[in-house]
T-cell receptor, first 113, second 118 residues
Framework: GEDVEQSLFLSVREGDSSVINCTYTDSSSTYLYWYKQEPGAGLQLLTYIFSNMDMKQDQRLTVLLNKKDKHLSLRIADTQTGDSAIYFCAEDHGSGNTGKLIFGQGTTLQVKP | GAVVSQHPSRVICKSGTSVKIECRSLDFQATTMFWYRQFPKKSLMLMATSNEGSKATYEQGVEKDKFLINHASLTLSTLTVTSAHPEDSSFYIC??????????????FGPGTRLTVL
């Protein structure tokens, strides 16, 4: 079946790097995503990676994908207090661009000044 | 980027009443919209896929008669929680999927609706 797992909580100091990890079970995923949710708000797409890529960098964000181990990570460089939020990884279980996604439980990132 | 709105943002109702939540794609047409439910400190649970002009597809365990979905136009989907009970209290989020575009445009999420049933 489909399952996406994340650690629930991460605390870092402002200026440090944050690494949020995610594991998934469905090897047929076409794209994997990272979303950010601020308190009381909807989800904002941060970045995504195609399943045949190992790494993608977008400004302060670096996504690493280990397809063999089904492990996805999001690194945030120079973490700021405004980065405090819940981060969800998601995969499309092979449905490609149909929009149907399976989400992890979310990792709460706390950034201390 | 594309904008998806939800209305209302917050609603409190009495047990037994029905509540309608609207999801609108403001600057694009969406043939497909999704409805999610989010429990505190939990992931988003996909409830159903709303297809314009046809019946919604419900996920296993979601009661069709309890959560009525109508996708009347390419920019509007509604979720009606019928005969709401306290256990229906939750954060409901919709998303809209443009008919074209790259993977980065896969879904745009609404801001969510907080439902509290007394």
């Amino acid at each position: 079946g489909e399952d996406v797992e994340q650690s629930l909580f991460l605390s870092v100091r402002e200026g440090d790097s944050s690494v949020i990890n995610c594991t998934y079970t469905d090897s047929s995923s076409t794209y994997l995503y990272w979303y950010k949710q601020e308190p009381g708000a909807g989800l904002q797409l941060l970045t995504y990676i195609f399943s045949n890529m190992d790494m993608k960098q977008d400004q302060r964000l670096t996504v690493l994908l280990n397809k063999k181990d089904k492990h996805l990570s999001l690194r945030i460089a120079d973490t700021q207090t405004g980065d405090s939020a819940i981060y969800f990884c998601a995969e499309d279980h092979g449905s490609g661009n149909t929009g149907k996604l399976i989400f992890g439980q979310g990792t709460t990132l706390q950034v201390k000044p | 980027g594309a904008v998806v709105s939800q209305h209302p943002s917050r609603v409190i109702c009495k047990s037994g009443t029905s509540v309608k939540i609207e999801c609108r794609s403001l600057d694009f047409q969406a043939t497909t919209m999704f409805w999610y439910r989010q429990f505190p400190k939990k992931s988003l649970m996909l409830m159903a896929t709303s297809n314009e002009g046809s019946k919604a597809t419900y996920e296993q365990g979601v009661e069709k008669d309890k959560f009525l979905i109508n996708h009347a136009s390419l920019t509007l989907s509604t979720l009606t929680v019928t005969s709401a009970h306290p256990e229906d209290s939750s954060f409901y989020i919709c998303s809209a999927h443009p008919p074209s575009g790259g993977p980065g445009d896969t879904q745009y999420f609404g801001p969510g609706t907080r439902l509290t049933v007394l």
